[in-house]
């Protein structure tokens, strides 16, 4: 019935344990929510107001399908400062989240049969749509003993003549892993050598615990052939607004926009007012939740390595651990089903990001420390009675 390109597209299973989550508080059952990808947080008072106040304007119209003149301007203007590099807001694409731009980019990129390399454990949406377009998915193994970065060597092997893109994320959904520095050098170099453009993941680039977010764009010859994705829905506690962007050499931004009029024709209006309040008001907001995400990242690390069978490591970034769960003898996505059904934590199997997530679950610790400290009991007796 539906089209034979249907077969190929992947989709997120996060959505899935959250509805039987939901299912089972409808049953009266008490589940600690550790699956979420989004900040509990809610959205600063100064952009929520920004919003009113455009609606309350008439900015309720269609704009230009790369985004309004004026928001592109200071988003240049932000990664020019923020990243290190000279870019314009011809360089800027605006679309209904970042997501969006992994769809476009990969569409206005990579042909049939071309080869894309990307990160696994990752997020999921990269292999679903270089699947979907007919290209190659190379799954690129990020490894725990690296904190959760590859291995360049590795990368370096996979590479082949048909290699047209690759895809890095960093910090890392879903193992909070950051690129080391001296890793971006050579992966630059690779890329350079072999022409290989680079779709630089960077929604988490302000969820940062050690150190200053280093973007590719930044290395010799990179800035012609890299691809930042960044948005406000992380940094912002802005994920239903559906606010992000690319930022790209400008022949490719003019294809991203016309895919963008085929598709939307433009992100909503109102909500991009907001989201330049967002790049050009107070950021004490950000600083706040960033550091209260580091005393749960602390409390959630510490309480599962005191955990027998359970060893994790301590991420650099973004909101989410990605611990080593092979110590109580059951797959990942038997410990997943477990927890959820009874012991009342819903977390999701590494593998929902790819078959290199096997022995590991991911927890998302964009909840109280209240609630952690709650799961942190569950799955402790979850490990206890796995071991009697
Ligand atoms: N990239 C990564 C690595 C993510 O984890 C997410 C959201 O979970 C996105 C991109 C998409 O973000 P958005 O909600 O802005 O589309």
Redesign the pocket.
């Known amino acids: 019935m539906l089209a034979e390109r249907m077969q190929r597209l992947g989709t997120e299973t996060a959505f899935e344990v959250l509805a039987r989550a939901r299912e089972l508080e409808a049953q009266g059952q008490d589940i600690v929510h550790l699956e979420i ?1 989004e900040p509990d947080f809610d959205t600063p008072a100064n952009i929520v107001e920004a919003a009113i106040r455009a609606l309350r304007e008439g900015d309720t119209h269609y704009g230009p399908a790369a985004g309004k003149p004026e928001f592109r301007r200071v988003i240049a203007e932000f990664i020019s400062r923020d990243r290190g590099i000279a870019v314009g807001p011809e360089n800027v694409v605006v679309t209904p ?3 969006p731009i992994m769809t476009f980019v990969m569409t206005a990129l990579v042909n049939a049969g071309d080869e894309v390399i990307y990160p696994n454990p990752g ?1 999921p949406i990269y292999e679903s749509v270089i699947n979907f377009l007919g290209a190659r998915a190379v799954p690129l193994p990020l490894r725990e003993e690296r904190d959760f970065s590859f291995d360049v060597d590795e990368l370096r092997s996979l590479v082949t003549d048909r290699t047209r893109l690759l895809i890095i ?1 960093s910090p890392q ?1 879903p193992t909070g892993g950051v690129i080391p520095a001296a890793d971006l050098d050579a992966i630059a170099e690779l890329c350079v050598e072999r022409d290989i453009w680079v779709l630089s ?1 960077e ?2 680039s302000k969820i940062l615990y050690d150190g200053r977010h280093e973007s590719i764009a930044t290395r010799p010859g990179m800035l012609e052939r890299t691809i930042i ?1 960044d ?1 406000h ?1 992380k940094t912002y506690a802005m ?1 239903g607004w559906r606010l ?1 962007y690319g930022v790209m050499p400008a022949t490719l931004a003019a294809a991203v926009a016309k895919l963008q009029t085929n598709v939307t024709s433009c992100t909503a209006s109102f909500v991009q007012t907001a989201g330049m309040e967002a790049l050009t008001g107070p950021q004490d907001a950000v600083t706040a939740m960033v550091a209260e995400f580091r005393r749960r990242r602390d409390l959630l690390v510490d309480g599962l390595n005191a955990i027998p069978g359970i060893s994790c490591r301590r991420p650099q970034g973004a909101f989410y651990v990605f611990p080593n769960v092979t110590g109580l003898g059951r797959s990942s996505r038997e410990i997943e089903q477990l927890l959820l059904n009874e012991y009342g934590v819903a977390a999701l199997s590494g593998t929902a990001f790819g078959a290199h997530g096997e022995g590991y679950l991911r927890f998302s610790y964009a909840n109280s420390q209240e609630a952690i400290r709650k799961a942190l009991e569950r799955v402790a007796r979850l490990a206890d009675d796995l071991r009697s």
């Open positions: 990808g989240g970042g997501k997020f994320n959904n993941d929604i988490y994705l948005g829905s994920t992000g």
